[in-house]
């Protein structure tokens, strides 16, 4: 089966712009993460999704957004881009929500750069 | 709130000798502990995890760690290290009802040929 994948793998943008990010999860998963790893430090949680429905938000503006579809893939957004935004976007699917036993299987990354 | 502290952002160690890495973390609940590795440019892929049971938990690539609840600690071990061990290794920590990962801030292991 093929794993948690995402899109783009890289992405220039400038200040200001807006990106969407894609991911599409593990076959059957239901549940999709997303976290902000800037670089030298550890992945930060941004949002978790279940079902189309946003299940946990973390410590970001309201310049991100995201949205999970029926086929339980989801897009993350960012508005007026800023050059903090820089980082690597990981998208991570898990079975069900809720638990916190599931385990969370992160795709490769979108490694975003903003100048 | 919940928090992880890696103790050591770098570890040399000479390849074939045995390594730790320390994880420390801060709960005020029942937890549940993750070991991820990251190879360059890559994603994070599961070593091993601790839910429940037993505090001595295998995992792949012949990595193991031990759950030490009145230290608070989850510390990664492997008795033998390979070249192919060379990769960010990050401490992560849950509790039940929760699926965010809250990540220390990751520590570099270098094999030395």
């Known amino acids: 089966d093929a794993g948690v994948t995402q899109s783009p793998t890289h992405l220039i943008k400038t200040r200001g712009q807006q990106v969407t990010l894609r991911c599409s999860p593990i076959s059957g998963h239901k549940s999709v993460s997303w976290y902000q790893q800037v670089l030298g430090q550890g992945p930060q949680f941004i949002f978790q999704?279940?079902?189309?429905?946003?299940?946990g938000r973390g410590n970001f503006p309201d310049r991100f957004s995201a949205r999970q579809f029926p086929n339980y893939s989801s897009e993350l957004n960012v508005n007026a881009l800023l050059l903090g935004d820089s980082a690597l976007y990981l998208c991570?699917?898990?079975?069900?929500?809720?638990?916190?036993?599931?385990?969370?299987?992160f795709g490769p990354g979108t490694r975003l750069t903003v100048l | 709130a919940q928090s992880v502290t890696q103790l050591d952002s770098q570890v040399p160690v000479f390849e074939e000798a045995p390594v730790e890495l320390r994880c420390n973390y801060s709960s005020s609940v029942s937890v549940y502990l993750f070991w991820y590795v990251q190879y360059p440019n890559q994603g994070l892929q599961l070593l091993l995890k601790?839910?429940?049971?037993?505090?001595l938990v295998k995992g792949i690539n012949g990595f193991e760690a031990e759950f030490n609840k009145s230290q608070t600690s989850f510390h990664l071990r492997k008795p033998s290290v390979h070249i192919s061990d060379t990769a960010e290794y990050f401490c992560a920590v849950t509790s039940f009802g929760n699926e965010k990962l809250t990540f220390g801030t990751g520590t570099r292991l270098t094999i030395i040929p």
């Open positions: 999704y279940y079902e189309k429905e946003e299940r």
């Open positions: 601790y839910l429940s049971g037993s505090t």
């Open positions: 991570a699917s898990s079975l069900e929500s809720g638990l916190g036993t599931d385990t969370q299987y």
